[in-house]
């Protein structure tokens, strides 16, 4: 067989049409991915790296946020959205990779450790997290079948003694504490369950190392192009949908479509350890309200940490996050300097010593993406706003913009519900295998 002949099959399967082509494979990707695949849609899914879910969607600190954290925003509509996104996390995950939801492994709970320059007082933050529990009341005796990560708490946040606190962590900059119902999952575990489910479904193709670079209309569909190891390519497809990270808005931008104004990328690294023995089912703990950190205490005896005075190493208002980023974002530590891995833990042991002597084994970082112009010690940011975040539809594109690792279930099945609809409003376009 000539070398002609594979050359024009590789370049006929490269520019086949597919139904509908999914952009970006995180966590967002993923779950439209197979919600259009459980219903019988053949999907073509693209990363710009080797496998789902290795960027954002994994590199963060897996908190399900409840709405605590958001008390800046005075119209609580953020809060409100990260509560029903925690409350639809399980449900909607469990439609992608199914019973396996349930094999997560959960966090011990937050506490917070309000600090005493904290932007929004202690008595402030005690109102707020009242009117969310108030919210998630409501929420669960409407609908008795709601559950947060298959847990349903009596509480969701109870002021609590400083004294009272568990005797490892060190209150003298603190000026209250709040126990939590909160947790984090496993992101690392998320990711393999996530890529299993994408790998043993038979409606989804997976493109590793495809990096889109332009997405056009073309007839009665869209044409995505690009680059991924050693060639270009293009496909074609009835639907799109745009559910990258840090290239979102700069591939919008190739249909037409601008950005709306006042976005930024933040690039934050975390580092990962094992715990020390004694550290182990200790609690997990946020401090609020501004430029601070987080200790994850993981179920598998280890412990995620930041601290963003040192971790916080990124800023840019371009239309794409930084070339430079890249790197990092993917997990490729070769060139990070340990000295970063000190300054978070030290960050941390100033008020949990006891994580001092943690052994750290992970270093990277995750692009965060939200709309702001000053940082999060400014009560007046944007940052503390995340309600500017969704879909957006118009002809059979699709651009997902999920906000949160929380809303991301949330979001995604939106997205796969405009596809569908609009292939039912097309009915000429649909070739579905039930």
């Known amino acids: 067989m000539g070398s002609g002949f594979i050359e024009l099959m590789v370049k006929l399967y490269q520019t086949s049409r597919e139904q509908v082509i999914v952009i970006g494979?995180?966590?967002?990707?993923?779950?439209?991915?197979?919600?259009?695949?459980?219903?019988?849609?053949k999907v073509a899914l693209l990363d710009q790296d080797p496998v789902p879910m290795n960027r954002a969607s994994r590199r963060n600190e897996g908190k399900i946020h409840l709405g605590l954290i958001y008390a800046a925003d005075p119209s609580f509509a953020t809060a409100h959205l990260?509560?029903?996104g925690a409350l639809?996390?399980?449900?909607?995950?469990?439609?992608?990779?199914?019973?396996?939801?349930?094999?997560?492994?959960?966090?011990?709970?937050?506490i917070y450790l309000v600090a005493q320059d904290s932007i929004v007082s202690a008595e402030k933050l005690e109102i707020h997290y009242g009117e969310v529990t108030d919210a998630y009341r409501k929420h669960t005796a409407a609908d008795p079948g709601l559950s947060y990560l298959g847990t349903h708490p009596e509480f969701l946040a109870r002021r609590v003694d400083l004294e009272k606190l568990?005797?490892?962590?060190?209150?003298k900059s603190?000026?209250?504490?709040?126990?939590?119902?909160?947790?984090?999952?496993?992101?690392?575990?998320l990711s393999t369950l996530v890529t299993r489910a994408i790998n043993a479904s038979k409606n989804i193709k997976f493109y590793p190392r495809?990096?889109?670079?332009?997405?056009?209309?073309r007839g009665d569909g869209f044409a995505v192009s690009g680059e991924s190891t050693d060639s270009s390519w293009t496909l074609?497809?009835?639907?799109?949908?745009?559910?990258?990270?840090?290239?979102?808005?700069?591939?919008d931008a190739t249909l037409g479509i601008p950005p709306a104004p006042g976005w930024v990328y933040r690039l934050k690294y975390r580092v990962l350890a094992h715990l020390p023995?004694?550290?182990?089912?200790a609690p997990s703990i946020t401090m609020v309200l501004g430029r601070y950190g987080d200790a994850v205490i993981r179920a598998n005896g280890t412990v995620y940490l930041s601290w963003y005075p040192a971790g916080m190493l990124g800023w840019s208002n371009e239309l794409e996050a930084p070339a430079e980023w890249q790197s990092v974002c993917s997990g490729d530590m070769r060139a990070q300097a340990p000295d970063i891995v000190d300054e978070i833990i030290a960050g941390i042991a100033s008020w949990y010593p006891e994580l001092g002597n943690c052994k750290p084994y992970q270093l990277d970082a995750g692009a965060i993406v939200a709309y702001g112009n000053s940082d999060v010690d400014d009560p007046e940011s944007g940052l503390h706003d995340r309600t500017r975040v969704g879909v957006y539809s118009s002809g059979g594109y699709h651009s997902v913009d999920p906000g949160k690792l929380t809303t991301a279930p949330h979001f995604a099945f939106q997205a796969v519900e405009n596809v569908v609809s609009f292939f039912g409003h097309h009915t000429s376009a649909v070739n579905v295998d039930k």
């Open 166 to 171: 568990d005797n490892r962590l060190v209150t």
């Open 25 to 41: 494979a995180g966590l967002t990707g993923s779950c439209v991915a197979l919600g259009l695949a459980n219903q019988g849609f």
């Open 88 to 110: 639809s996390f399980f449900p909607l995950l469990k439609r992608c990779i199914g019973d396996k939801v349930h094999d997560l492994q959960l966090s011990t709970p937050f």
């Open 236 to 251: 074609t497809s009835d639907q799109v949908v745009n559910a990258a990270w840090e290239n979102r808005l700069k591939l």
């Open 174 to 189: 603190c000026a209250a504490a709040f126990e939590t119902s909160e947790l984090a999952i496993d992101t690392d575990q």
């Open 210 to 217: 495809y990096k889109v670079r332009e997405i056009d209309r």
């Open 277 to 281: 023995d004694n550290m182990v089912n």
């Open 82 to 84: 990260q509560l029903q």
